[in-house]
Each structure stands twice: as C-alpha cells, then as structure tokens.
C-alpha cells in the first residue's frame, strides 16, 4: 500500500520560514513528478510547486522567489522550503506524487498538514 507522509507544518509569523517534508513508502515501482499543493478555507486546492524525476520545476506566481522544491529519488521524499511566508500562504499543503505501483498508475496524496503565517 502506497503512502505519502507528510511533516513540518506548523504556526509562523510573517517573514518567517517554515520547511514541509514528504516521504513516499510502499511498494513503488517508480515515481514521476512530486509536488505541493496547498487549500485555504473556502478555496479550490492550487498547486504551489513541482518537480520532475529529473529535476524540473514549476511553481505558483505567488510563490516564486520565496519557495524552493527539492527532491531526493534515492529517499523517496520531497521538501518545500517556505521563506518570507505571508498571511496569504495560510493553509493545509498536501503532498502530491503521480507513481507506478502495483496497482497501476496514478495520483497519490499526502494526509495535509497546516501552515498557518499570523502575528
């Protein structure tokens, strides 16, 4: 059974830096893009950020400069560093990663963990 587990979230103050790590577990025969995505209250899920197996990237408008997505294949995880967190960045980041496993593939998400930026 695939899993994708997430850690790192958590109450920051803007300007602030936070750090997600996601780490991918099962029996996985290989794994394609991984990625973030965040929901607010009352908000469609957006992406923020992705990463190829070979190292492409492709982020969010709003968060480009200030967030930086790094993966390890070996390890199977993926991280997003946050820096200058805003108020806006507020909300639950799920971890994304589109796989082949045994049973096929597909899209495969992270439980969520909140990020919340507040004074």
């Known amino acids: 059974q695939v899993q994708l587990v997430e850690s790192g979230g958590g109450l920051v103050q803007p300007g602030g830096s936070l750090r997600l790590s996601c780490v991918a577990s099962?029996?996985?025969?290989?794994?394609?893009?991984m990625g973030w995505y965040r929901q607010a209250p009352g908000k469609q899920r957006e992406l923020v950020a992705v990463?190829?197996?070979?190292?492409?990237?492709n982020y969010a408008d709003s968060v480009k400069g200030r967030f930086t997505i790094s993966r390890d294949n070996a390890k199977r995880t993926v991280n997003l560093q946050m820096n200058s967190l805003e108020p806006e960045d507020t909300a639950v980041y799920y971890c994304?990663?589109?796989?082949?496993?045994?049973?096929?593939?597909?899209?495969?998400w992270g439980q969520g963990t909140q990020v919340t930026v507040s004074s």
């Open positions: 099962g029996l996985i025969f290989s794994i394609n893009t």
């Open positions: 994304n990663a589109h796989l082949t496993a045994f049973g096929g593939e597909r899209d495969y």
């Open positions: 990463v190829t197996r070979g190292g492409s990237t």
